[in-house]
Structure formats: structure tokens, C-alpha cells
């Protein structure tokens, strides 16, 4: 079946939500959103904390400030222009959820409530801020209700369920999109003038994370499959406190209250760490931290693999007020009331600074040279602006959301409201039928579900928290091994029907190209910084590396992937922060 | 432990009507019921066929009637519903058409979240800041804020099962979470439709949705508040 529309929107969480509305705010275009869950479901939806925002609510801040503490705790990877349009914009686009009926939890004077957050400081670092703007412990949620209700006031036209399976593009111009319909198993095709991908990241490539089983990088894999760069990928955030064994994300937030990390013995052990803002360093900081404590014995548990979070010292009213959803989550999948004792928790994979390469207009980029791939749009966890640097700080992925999928939104229709329709290629499904009969027609015995397994244990292994060179290049032959037996993979279901067999194992595939990308610009990566923490090159190198990796798929020699760089800005409009060693 | 896990099966390209089947899954007591139904698909039978995504009970899509109540598979642990050797049965939410195995047609229950209006309405011109709101004021509507949109409370009304076109108890929990909100000012719209003959006189207080919600929100007592809201005070 055939579509037509100005703008199509792929992913439905708050990126893609917030991308619709300003897109459909141009009435001279038509918009749709195309997701492979319904809206509801999307994983903005599990954001817990906050987003940041210098409103200045509680304690004076500054959105200064706010782009320091980014450039700073994105290890001076991030581009500072996008932080300062960030730390501005951000502001107003809270007010701007505020005043669609985001119900913010609220200060005594009525005003939005704000705590802190990891890395949120004031005056450059002196001391901790309250930033983080919160709806209880469920502002993800919160925000995509609320994007999703508006979109409903507006009238959006929405193909839920639709799994995509490619992107139409040709000379470096995006023509539209293939998806298969979830309900019937049939293939369609989606044609417009602009298309924007929102369609998150890509946690489980790995054992332990805290992202939803959907998020198997799928836009990120195709846009990698037709030989257009990625981004950084190797920088790849874990969040210090994820349920022990689950990877059940515990929000920040609950150190922002007052939370505290203690090892076996009960030591405070932040305070070796970070001596001035302790446990709310930002994540990457904290989550090595957890993981020294583990491997030097300081672990608890069964298997000493765990650290305590402490919250039992805070009034019984501000847990279950202020973190109640974690309160279940600890109750429900360990037994534990947080009130009366410690959570034990472990770092999870959680969010991928790196991605699809935009500007600050979220245009996809082709090249590191700027060249665009021309109606092709990229915002939230698939894209890479680059705001989040080597690491990203608490609240900003919300931020971000609402900041560069409104910007990526305004642009797509100014585009589209131009441009005309491309001519498709003679037939637009024939890449991802041939997908899909190969997986239906192979008779090869191979299991996706032990693929995927032994993928996300070695990932977690090799390219986690700590690596080095020789697990690395073990890696890049793992996935290699995983990719050959990816072929002889079948499909057993013959139904058409909400095959989920089949959309399982296409999601195996992208999973499989992510993490061949994502190896070879981590392995490539001769230094530490942020997320990225090396064993056999422990020091963040300026004079080297200073720069953002684009990983291309070698299509003349495939399973080689081609490396190439693109300069960090290190200006913003009217601020720059100079690279400086990174304690707090 | 190992539990027999006894899954409803149905799919309409090659069956005439519903069947059980058995598995019997090794598994811990902490595991939770997407784990055992995981198992299956992943290494037992690759045809089963749920919703699922979070894992972890915030988004709501692998609601389905565990044990004979309505539960998200992913927030009920195995030790909860079985001992070693025991049996767990699992079958699709009722109420709504079962596309299949424990996959069913969600339309109908998102065309009645639409009915209700539930989007914020207020056209006064926006002031630089927030709309300023006290702590107070966003208490009364907090519990409504949790819902999200699982179908455990609606397809758990008997007066659902019986007639498709009652909205419901989770529309109804969307307008009362905006009727409530001081900010809002779309309540006589939303009342007017609450008041018609598939609105909120259909509930007969039988509690089940309140009993079903896996966010623990207090549904019944909800739905009596927005009765009051129509009878005091506009509609």
C-alpha cells in the first residue's frame, strides 16, 4: 500500500511527539507519525527524574551555568553550540509543557518544583543546584502523556504498530519509508517530502539495561545499512542505579533527595571520589565508581557484584511523596521497602550519547564534511546533535526530547511546505521484502533468541563499562561469528498476523549492525573520556582526540567499517568554555 | 522451581476458536510472568504471541488475565502465583476482540480514551512563566496521573463486557485527572459527555477496576467523584 504525506514522523516518544505538533503547526503540510508501538508505550515514558531547566525556581541558576555543566559533563565532546541554544531553549519549553497541562510537581509558592540532579551545579561547579524539574518520579511519563494527548487535540494521523524496515533514499535525498504493518504483515510504503526519525536508541544490545525490550536501534542500523555515518557511537552511558540483576532504572532523583551509595562496609565511598559533589557526580564518574568498589571486593551480595543505595536517613513522607513509583519498583522486584533498608543496585545500560549525525535543525547529516541528506531529519536518542558529549548529564535526554524535536519539527515542514515530492525508485519494497522472505524462506536451524543472548553478553563484557584494546578486537570478531550464524537464521511462524517472531529477529539484525559499528569506533578510540573509559589508555587525550568519530559501513568490503572524524565546535553564539581537566 | 504455564491459544489464519496449551518453564521464584512468557517464545515455541516493551510496568502493553485476574505480566512475580510444581494461567484481557493468542484489538479502547476529551483545555493567553497551581490543587487529580492506559480496569468491568460502548473506567480516569486539574477549563465539554447513557451512570461501583490497576490507583473512588462532578456541578 501506498502513502503520501509532507512530513512523516518515525517514533512516537517524546521526540518524534514533539517533532508532530511543530510540524503540523505549519498548515500547509501534511504530518503523520508512524510508530511500532502504540504512543503510550513509547520509552520516554519510563524517564523518571526530571528535566533540567535553569528556571531558578529554588536557588538562583542560570542557563550559563547550564551549558557549562552540559560541555563539562559531556567531557568537552559536546558541541557547544547546541548546548547554548539548549540551555536557553530548554527554559522556555518547560513553561511550554507547563502550558499544555504537564502537571509538574509544585513548590509551596505554586511555582514548578525542582531538585537536583548529577552534575547540575551553580557558579561553575561550586556547589550542587536544584535544576531538575520533576512530576513526581514519573516526568517521562508525564511528558509523553501530555505530547500524546496534544497530538490527539490536534488530530495527527498515526500508524501504530508499523515496524520499519527501510529508508528510501537515493543520491543523498530521503524519499520516504517502508514499514510493515504489524496487523496483516503487509509491507507499505510511506512517501514524503521530509521524513524525521525519532525513533530512539539501542540498550539492548546489552545483557543488563534499563531500556524497554523494543529499543533495538532499528533507524539507527538502516540509516548505518545504506553507508551514511553514525556518530560517536562509543560512548554509550550507563546509569549508576539499576535494580540489581534487572537493570530496573532507580532515577537519580533519589540521590538528588538525599540518597547516598554505600559499599559492604557502609562507607560513603563517593566521597574518594568526587569530594565535592560526592554522589551526585555524573553518571559516568559514579558508575566507574560503583564498579572499582565491586572488582576490588567492596561488593554485596550473593556474588559481591552489587552496591547499596541508602535512603533509609530521609523522612518516610518525602520517599513515598516525592519517589513512589521507585518505591514500588524496589518493593514489587526485590522484596525491599526503601524506607526501612537499603536497595541494592547495580550500573545498567542506559543511553546512547551517539547516533544519527543533525545540525542544530536536526538535518541529517551525510558526510563530516556537512554535506546533508536532503529531507532527512533526526532527533531525541536516535541523533546526535552533539549535545551529550562523551556523557550525558541527568535530565538533559528530556530536555533535549522537547528542545531538538520542536526544532527538528519546524524545520521538516519549512522544508517539505518547498519542496516536491521525489520520484520513488521503480520498487521501493523490494529491500525490505527480500528481508523478510530471506528470514521466512531460509532453511537454516540457527536460534535469534541465543544470537541475541550471546550478543548482549559479550557487548556487556567487552565494550561495557571498563574496556581495552583486546577485548575489543575479540568483540569485533564476536559479532562477526554472530553475524555469519544471523544468517542461517529461520522463521518458524508462516502467519502474516502480528508475527512478532519475525519482527524479532529483523530487530536481531539491527542489533547485530549497531554493535559492529559501535565496536569499531570504541576499539578505534585510543583514550579515556566520559563513558568511554579504557584500561589500556587511561587519560583523556586533547591533542588527539578531541574530536567525534563517524563510523561508515565499508560496502565494498562488508563487516569493515570506515572511521573518519568530524571537529568538536567549540564555540557557542556568544559563550565557549575551554577543555580543562574534569574533577568535581 | 518449575512451573506449568498454561497459555489460551488462538490465531485466526489456522484456528476456528480458542485452545489451551501447557509449558512447563524452569524458572526462579523472583522471575516475573514476561520472563516465563519470553522463555517460551524465545526457546520453546517461537508462535506465541503478547505485547510487550518496558518490562517493568510503566508502559502498560502486556496486560492480560494471569491466575483470573487482570495483571501486567511484567509486575507480577512467579513466587506470587505458584509454588514449585504449581500452575499459572494466562489468557488475553476480555472484552476486547482478540487478534491473538494474548494479543487483542486495543482500537475500540483508545477511541474511548479520545471520546472523553483528554487533552488540556484552556485558551486564556499564556503568562511569561507557569500557570502558577498549589501544591494542594495538584494533589486532587495526582492519582489519575499514573494511569497508563494498560486496559487492566476497563476490561475487568463486568458492565464492559456486556456493552462495548460504556467508556469505561480508564476514559473515565483520564477526564477526571483534567475536570480536577485547576488549570483546566474544558470540564462542562467533557461532563456533557460523561453524562450520556455510555458515560459514567453506566458503573455500578462493582470495584473490579479498582481492584485490577496495577498502579494502584483508586478507579471506583474516581469515577464517584466525577459522578458528583456532573450531578453539582455543570452538566
Redesign the interface.
Known amino acids: 500500500m501506498h502513502h503520501r504525506y509532507d512530513v512523516l514522523v518515525v517514533g512516537a516518544g517524546g521526540a518524534g511527539l514533539m517533532a508532530s505538533l511543530y510540524a503540523a503547526k505549519n498548515k500547509n503540510v501534511s504530518v503523520a507519525v508512524i510508530s511500532k ?2 504512543p ?4 520516554t ?2 524517564a523518571q527524574g526530571g528535566v533540567g531547566a535553569a ?1 531558578g525556581n529554588v536557588n538562583e541558576d542560570h542557563w550559563e551555568w547550564h551549558m557549562f555543566d552540559t560541555i563539562k559533563g559531556g567531557d568537552y565532546l559536546t558541541d557547544q553550540d547546541a548546548a547554548e541554544i539548549f540551555s536557553k531553549d530548554v527554559i522556555e519549553a518547560v ?1 511550554e509543557l ?4 504537564l ?10 518544583a525542582q531538585r537536583k540532579f548529577g552534575g547540575h551545579t551553580r557558579e561553575y561547579g561550586k556547589s550542587a543546584v536544584e535544576r531538575a524539574c520533576y ?2 518520579d ?1 516526568t517521562g ?2 511528558i509523553l ?2 505530547l500524546y ?2 497530538n ?2 490536534a488530530g495527527t494521523t498515526f500508524y501504530n504498530e508499523f515496524q520499519v524496515l527501510d529508508l528510501i533514499i537515493e543520491d543523498n535525498v530521503c524519499k520516504g519509508v517502508v514499514a510493515l504493518e504489524l ?1 496483516s504483515g503487509e509491507i507499505h510504503t510511506f512517501h514524503a517530502k521530509s521524513v524525521i526519525l525519532a525513533s530512539g536508541g539501542y540498550g539492548r544490545v546489552f545483557k543488563i539495561t534499563s531500556n ?3 529499543l533495538t536501534g532499528d533507524l539507527m542500523s538502516i540509516y548505518y545499512r545504506k553507508g551514511l555515518p553514525l556518530e560517536d557511537l562509543e560512548f554509550y552511558q550507563f546509569h549508576p542505579t539499576g535494580i540489581a540483576k ?1 537493570g ?2 532507580i532515577t537519580e532523583g533519589a540521590r538528588g533527595e538525599g540518597g547516598i551509595l554505600r559499599n559492604d562496609s557502609g562507607e560513603r565511598f563517593m566521597e574518594r571520589y568526587a569530594p565535592t559533589i560526592k554522589d551526585l557526580a555524573p553518571r559516568d564518574m559514579v558508575s566507574r565508581a560503583i564498579y572499582r568498589e565491586i572488582r576490588e571486593g567492596r561488593g554485596v551480595g550473593k556474588e559481591k557484584d552489587a552496591i547499596m543505595l541508602d535512603l533509609t536517613h530521609l523522612p518516610k513522607d518525602i520517599i513515598e511523596s516525592r519517589l513512589p ?1 521507585i518505591t ?2 524496589a518493593r ?2 526485590l522484596g525491599v521497602d526503601p524506607v526501612k533498608e537499603l536497595v541494592p543496585i547495580q550500573p545498567t545500560a542506559h543511553y546512547a550519547m551517539g547516533g544519527v549525525p543533525t545540525t542544530i535543525d536536526g538535518e541529517a547529516l551525510a558526510s563530516e564534511d556537512g554535506t546533508l541528506v536532503r529531507g532527512l531529519y533526526a532527533a531525541g536518542e536516535v541523533a546526535c546533535v552533539s549535545l551529550h558529549g562523551a556523557n550525558r548529564l541527568g535530565t538533559n535526554s528530556l530536555g533535549d526530547l522537547i528542545v531538538f524535536g520542536r526544532r527538528a519539527g519546524m524545520a521538516a515542514a519549512k522544508f517539505a511546505q518547498k519542496a516536491e515530492f521525489e520520484t520513488l525508485p521503480n520498487n521501493p519494497e523490494a529491500y525490505s521484502k527480500g528481508l523478510i522472505d530471506r528470514l521466512r524462506s531460509n532453511s537454516g536451524t540457527d ?3 541465543k544470537i541475541r543472548k550471546e550478543l548482549q553478553d559479550t557487548m556487556m563484557m567487552n565494550v561495557g563499562i571498563f574496556r581495552n584494546g583486546k577485548d575489543m578486537e575479540a568483540q569485533v570478531k564476536i559479532v562477526k561469528e554472530l553475524q555469519a550464524r544471523y544468517k542461517n537464521v529461520s ?3 508462516p ?4 508475527n ?2 519475525l519482527v524479532e529477529a529483523l530487530e536481531l539484525g539491527f542489533l547485530l549492525d549497531i554493535a559492529e559499528a559501535m565496536t569499531a569506533s570504541a576499539l578505534n578510540r585510543t583514550e579515556s573520556r566520559g563513558a568511554h573509559d579504557r584500561e589500556d589508555f587511561t587519560e583523556r587525550n586533547d591533542d588527539q582526540w578531541l574530536k567525534h568519530t563517524m563510523a561508515y559501513r565499508d560496502m565494498n568490503n562488508p563487516g569493515n567499517v570506515l572511521l573518519r572524524y568530524k571537529p568538536v565546535v567549540l564555540k557557542g553564539e556568544t559563550l565557549n568554555f575551554v577543555p580543562k581537566p574534569r574533577v568535581y | 522451581m518449575k512451573v506449568n504455564v498454561k497459555v489460551q491459544r488462538y490465531n485466526p489464519e489456522k484456528d476456528k476458536k480458542p485452545s489451551w496449551q501447557s509449558f512447563a518453564v524452569e524458572c526462579e521464584p523472583g522471575d516475573r510472568v514476561l520472563d516465563l512468557l519470553n522463555h517460551i517464545k524465545w526457546y520453546m515455541d517461537s508462535t506465541l504471541t503478547y505485547r510487550r516493551s518496558c518490562a517493568h510496568g510503566v508502559c502498560g502493553s502486556d496486560a492480560m488475565l494471569i491466575n483470573g485476574r487482570n495483571r501486567l505480566a511484567c509486575k507480577i512475580l512467579v513466587k506470587d502465583l505458584a509454588r514449585d510444581g504449581g500452575t499459572i494461567t494466562v489468557e488475553p484481557i476480555r472484552g476486547l476482540k482478540v487478534e491473538r493468542d494474548l494479543l487483542v484489538d486495543m482500537e475500540p479502547f483508545f477511541d474511548a480514551y479520545r471520546a472523553v476529551m483528554p487533552f488540556f483545555i484552556n485558551d486564556d493567553p499564556v503568562p511569561a512563566g507557569e500557570r502558577l497551581q498549589s501544591v494542594e490543587d495538584r494533589a486532587i487529580f495526582d492519582e489519575g496521573t499514573k494511569c497508563i492506559l494498560c486496559a487492566c480496569c476497563t476490561t475487568s468491568c463486568p458492565i464492559f463486557w456486556v456493552n462495548g460502548r460504556y467508556l469505561g473506567p480508564a476514559s473515565i480516569v483520564q477526564a477526571h485527572r483534567f475536570i480536577f486539574d485547576s488549570r483546566d477549563k474544558g470540564s462542562d465539554q467533557r461532563l456533557k459527555v460523561l453524562n450520556q447513557n455510555t458515560g459514567v451512570w453506566r458503573c455500578r461501583t462493582a470495584y473490579n477496576c479498582t481492584e485490577a490497576c496495577p498502579r494502584d490507583i483508586p478507579i471506583t473512588e474516581l469515577i464517584e467523584e466525577v459522578k458528583r462532578a456532573v450531578l453539582y456541578q455543570k452538566a
Open positions: 508501538l502504540y503510550t508505550r513509547s520509552h515514558g519510563a528556571l513553561y507547563e502550558h499544555m497541562g502537571p509538574f510537581s509544585r513548590l509551596p509558592n505554586g511555582k514548578i512530576a513526581v514519573r511519563h508525564m502523556q501530555t494527548q496534544q490527539v487535540k496487523s524497554a525490550l523494543s534487572l530496573i532504572l513509583d514500588d519498583f514489587t522486584y536460534n535469534a533468541a522463521v518458524a511462524d502467519s502474516a498476523r502480528y512478532t517472531e
